[in-house]
């Protein structure tokens, strides 16, 4: 991702990128998010539950087992008589059919595709929460998202900023909550 976004700024791709303004273009009417912001959260919801749904499905089915199996020990299940690579490849397209879900949602609430969305914070975010979430659960990762971006604006509050004179005696600083509000978190 971070390879991607350098590139994306040097001018020999400024026709196919943008640079640093991006692409931007126009949403319909029924989607666009200062026209009709309800029904894009309509459509958003729905993806989630379409999503989540598929997911539970899967994980829940016959090949989901095998997909755990894959997971925790590939050479047993090949043992088994399992074709790994097929279920790691089923794995593989329905991930990428997710995050290309995410990222087309993405794209129609912000207009535009700039650099920045192929950054190292929009790689490392689903990471996070997975985390917070707690790994190999299905409703985990949308429970850390929902703590992640409520912590995220909790935290960005000017009214969080801590006087380290109360802390410290004698310190005359104070801690700016809004830019610093990642490291709290």
Known sequence: AEIFYQLARLSIFKPLTGADDGISWTVPDWINPIQNRLMLYNVSLACLVGSFLLVRRLMNSPSGKVLLAVRDNPVRTQTL?????????????????????????????????EPSVAG??????PLIMSLIGGIGTIPGPVVGAGLLRIGEEFLRKPDLQVDLNFIIYRY??????????????
């Not at 190292?120 to 975010?125: A, H, I, S």
């Not at 005359?172 to 978190?185: E, G, H, I, K, P």
């Open 120 to 125: 190292l914070q929009r790689t490392v975010d």
């Open 81 to 113: 008589g399992f074709n790994v690579y097929l279920y790691k490849t089923l794995s593989i397209i329905v991930a990428g059919f997710l995050a290309t879900l995410a990222g087309i949602l993405h794209t129609i609430l912000e207009r535009q595709a």
């Open 172 to 185: 005359q600083d104070v801690v700016d909550s809004t830019r610093y509000w990642a490291v709290l978190l």
